[in-house]
């Protein structure tokens, strides 16, 4: 039997190995050259002047919170088809996440959604480019025309962009604060557990080192509440030969996306992926919307392809928010897509025999 075909292949080199092993043996595991030069190198790949290398994706998004000062009394506004983690770091900060509907065709928030649920008590929106999909320049409009802050979530998004007033910006530089995650089915990973955050604002660069080091200043005296949510210095290293190497495996995931769709073209009962116009797509997942998901999924894992339904539960329907006001709130769209999106293998990492195996399984499928 041919081996299963993974959704991730975390990818390890020689390079990495080298990089991990010499950081271990210069005896500085934290705080030293190689998560600065990451914070640098990170910073200046997205655009932006201020970068902080943290503990995860998770960790970013609470820090990026309590950057803005998002607090008890406050709401966030955030999509309810994401990761669980957009919603529970607003919860963790003792502020309310205020579930809101995404568009139907690129799956990002819902810009007249989300300008129906502000209200004065909104801090913020979190805006998640799903799947490494882009959310619309709209959404960066309204937050500036409501002065509201907006939180990138670019956890699935690295190398992603889109044109904004006719400048093409990259993701980490599309929020007032910008979160990615390095979990190692993401795009660029550590060898572990890690996270950035990035923002252009002064204001807030001046802090960000400093969120994930228990608020501390150069006198070791903390200025504000933190706690240590640092990366170490050997998923730095790690993390510094995946960045350089993260133009060349988009260029592989977005071939590999490419020749999905084209296959998927008048498919009767499988629809590929829209990309949003005047974007790139980063491809962290490459999502198949179907009515006979189950079916699809069955007929996947006989052909030995790893596909799952993404997000089968919306946030707000999560048992954490049983007691939360939206838990049996309709989001038609957000409840139909969680049945519909079910995800294939498009990483990097797949041999020319794995394409051409998922390629004849999905024209195989009837």
Known sequence: MPERIPLARPS????????????????????????????????????VEFASPCNSGSGALIAALRLLGVGPGDEVIVPSLTFIATATSVSMTGATPVFAEVEGDYWCLDVEDVRQRVTPNTKAVIGVHLFGQCYTSELIELCQEKDIALIEDAAQAHGASIEVEGKVSMSGALGTVSC???????????????????TAHSEIGARIKSIVDHGRDGSLQ???????MRMSEVFAAIGRKQLAKLDSWLE?????????????????????????????????????????????????????IA?????PTPCHQHPVYSGHHQHSMKFPVTERLSKQLVSIPVHHGLAEDEMIRIIEALQQYT
């Open 12 to 47: 390890w080199t020689n390079e990495m190995r080298q990089a991990a092993m010499d950081t271990l043996d210069s005896g500085r595991w934290v705080k030293g050259p190689q998560s600065r030069a990451f914070a640098e190198e990170f910073a200046a790949y997205c655009g």
């Open 180 to 198: 990615f995650s390095f979990f190692p089915s993401k795009n660029v990973a550590v060898g572990g557990e890690g996270g950035m955050i990035t």
């Open 222 to 228: 903390s200025q504000e509440v933190g706690t240590n």
């Open 252 to 304: 592989v995931r977005r071939t590999n996306a490419l020749r999905l769709t084209k296959t998927l073209a008048n498919h009767p009962t499988l629809h590929a992926p829209l990309i949003r116009p005047n974007s790139k797509h980063a491809w962290h997942q490459y999502c198949i919307q179907t009515d006979t998901a189950e079916r699809f999924i069955d007929h996947m894992e006989k052909h030995d």
């Open 307 to 311: 596909a799952r339904l993404i997000y």
